[in-house]
T-cell receptor, first 115, second 112 residues
């Protein structure tokens, strides 16, 4: 069975500070992992994805995430927060065609950036 | 590049009414997924279709049904609407069942 745990439903950082959003997963097969960002009243926008290639994945808007199999983690980071980063962030796991490719989402982390 | 199209973007219905949500996948994508995101909740998988056949089923209520048509677009039919059905409904599409999913902008359904 697949599941995703996002630690911290709300994270606040100062503008220019490091952003760290945590995601741990469980999967019975090598997973595909994703981070999505959702702005108020908008859809899901893909930030980055891990699909068994490089373990350090770079995404859009300066975000990156590192897949650590030993820790079953896929934490999202950004060196310097910008006001425009304030949004809801979802981590998702999929096992691909093995189990129908449906996504399992974490409960989300709301990021607040303090000026 | 063409993206996933969902219509309508907003829909207001009363309790016990029916609603139909449409999803047009990216051209050449043959797989469609439906998700429901309640207020303050994470998206929950409802159902998926591959090559016009249902491929997987999640937490979709019996009052809901869906299908994928010959042109690969999909429709989610919702009957006997309840207040709790108010949510953002996402459609995603992929090429093949293991392909990367691309999400549409969602349809916001409000049941009053």
């Amino acid at each position: 069975a697949q599941s995703v745990t996002q630690l911290g439903s709300h994270v606040s950082v100062s503008e220019g500070a490091l952003v760290l959003l945590r995601c741990n997963y469980s999967s019975s097969v090598p997973p595909y992992l994703f981070w999505y960002v959702q702005y108020p009243n908008q859809g899901l926008q893909l930030l980055l994805k891990y699909t068994s290639a490089a373990t350090l994945v770079k995404g859009i808007n300066g975000f990156e995430a590192e897949f650590k199999k030993s820790e079953t983690s896929f934490h999202l980071t950004k060196p310097s927060a910008h006001m425009s980063d304030a949004a809801e962030y979802f981590c998702a796991v999929s096992e691909g065609a093995v189990t129908g490719n449906q996504f399992y989402f974490g409960t989300g982390t709301s990021l607040t950036v303090i000026p | 590049a063409a993206g996933v199209i969902q219509s309508p973007r907003h829909l207001i219905k009363e309790k016990r009414e029916t609603a139909t949500l449409k999803c047009y996948p990216i051209p050449r994508h043959d797989t469609v997924y439906w998700y429901q995101q309640g207020p303050g909740q994470d998206p929950q998988f409802l159902i998926s279709f591959y090559e016009k056949m249902q491929s997987d089923k999640g937490s979709i209520p019996d009052r809901f049904s869906a299908q994928q048509f010959s042109d690969y677009h999909s429709e989610l039919n919702m009957s006997s609407l309840e207040l709790g059905d108010s949510a953002l409904y996402f459609c995603a599409s992929s090429w093949g069942q293991g392909g990367e999913q691309y999400f549409g902008p969602g349809t916001r359904l409000t049941v009053t």
